[in-house]
């Protein structure tokens, strides 16, 4: 009997239903003949949901995220509607929060005919682990600001540190054992200066020592920044504090050559969300122009997650498939999404995977 896996589906705002109806649809083309069954359970949630309803992130819908095994997510809030308050409507960073899903994913790739602003032909392929809930957003929407002085608190603590570090160590290993990296993991941060970062580090070291396999260094974030420009194909896994990976995972986007082909993934201990680097698109919303390779690209990693998490190395193995697909349809350079300079939109693009895959 095939064992089934819940994915909770938050389809979202904008351009969300656009590119996540055609990633479901090849993840059950996947499933189809495999020893695996995908249940997917939608959860409304997002703007859209809170002007029709009053209500941005129901119950139900985080009950179906705690519950499933995997939590798929296109891309939620608009700018025209807000809280009362003016702030803007994010059940993702509600969802990252109640769940702690400290391990912020974030691969930067460049595939033979992807556009890139770097002038160079080394395959470029690292990840870049940002802390996701503490650091200097420990204090988000409730720092202090007074008429002379505002202040904020960056946190640290060792119940996030140690398993971040673990993670980021044993992902180093998993792809040096695919060969995608030579395992190694860069512990990012401003030791020199502040004594919150000299712990960070302290306990990054100690988590290093338990992995003699693989290569453990640092480096400051200024410098990474310079480095992810002049030589990005010499990190592997590098590892740092949310404010630092909020920056640098945009710099790693912009080497991508923008957001169409970022993926991402939310981790914690005990569940994942994977959903694409950018956000809903209102600017070109309803047009069916999205491309949808960044979100597909996240399902992938989904694949590739569960197939770790539930020892089914037939279901990384479809991961790494669907990852492959897209690299096909990017090297032949036939069919590109407007972003990425062609014509074709989002239902073309999504056929293309999926033919890619046969
Ligand atoms: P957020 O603050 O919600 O993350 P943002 O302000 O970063 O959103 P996006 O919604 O990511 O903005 O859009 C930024 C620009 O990138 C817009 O011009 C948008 O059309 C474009 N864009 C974003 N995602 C895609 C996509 N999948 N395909 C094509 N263009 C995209």
């Given at each position: 009997m095939k064992t089934t896996f819940e994915i909770a589906v938050f389809d979202g705002d904008g351009i969300g239903p656009e590119i996540m109806a055609p990633t479901v649809d090849i993840l059950q083309t996947l499933a189809g003949p495999s020893d695996y069954d995908l249940r997917f359970v939608d959860a409304p949630a997002g703007a859209a949901h809170y002007a029709r309803t009053g209500e941005s992130f129901p119950k139900a819908s985080m009950d179906t995220a705690r519950r499933a095994d995997a939590i798929l997510l296109s891309a939620m809030g608009l700018p025209?509607?807000?809280?009362p308050d003016g702030t803007e409507i994010s059940p993702q960073i509600d969802l990252r929060k109640a769940l702690t899903l400290f391990a912020g994913v974030r691969p930067v790739t460049i595939r033979p005919g992807q556009p890139t602003p770097l002038a160079t032909d080394e395959p470029i392929d690292f990840v870049l682990i940002r802390e996701s809930t503490?650091?200097?957003?420990?204090?988000q929407g409730r720092g202090e600001v007074t008429a002379d002085e505002a202040r904020e608190t960056l946190l640290i603590t060792r119940a996030i540190s140690e398993p971040l570090f673990k993670f980021a160590f044993d992902l180093a290993k998993s792809r040096k054992a695919a060969g995608r990296g030579p395992g190694k993991v860069t512990c990012v941060d401003k030791a020199n200066v502040f004594r919150a970062f000299a712990f960070f580090r302290e306990m990054f070291d100690a988590e290093a020592a338990?992995?003699?396999d693989i290569t453990a260094d640092h480096a400051y974030v200024d410098a990474t920044a310079l480095w992810m420009v002049?030589?990005?194909?010499?990190?592997d896994v590098m590892v740092t504090e949310n404010m630092f990976g909020d920056i640098l995972s945009d710099l790693g986007a912009g080497l991508m050559g923008g957001l169409g082909l970022a993926p991402s993934a939310d981790i914690g201990h005990d569940h994942a969300v994977f959903q694409p680097c950018h956000g809903s698109a209102p600017d070109i919303a309803g047009q069916g122009v999205a491309n949808p390779m960044a979100m597909i690209l996240s399902a992938a990693m989904m694949l590739e997650w569960l197939g770790g998490r539930h020892d089914r190395p037939d279901m990384a193995a479809d991961g790494a498939r669907l990852r492959d697909a897209v690299d096909t349809v990017i090297a032949a350079g036939t069919t590109r999404s407007r972003d990425l300079g062609g014509t074709a939109g989002t239902v073309q693009v999504a056929t293309a995977v999926k033919d890619a895959l046969a």
């Open positions: 025209d509607v807000r809280y503490e650091g200097l957003f420990h204090t338990k992995h003699p002049e030589r990005p194909w010499s990190f």
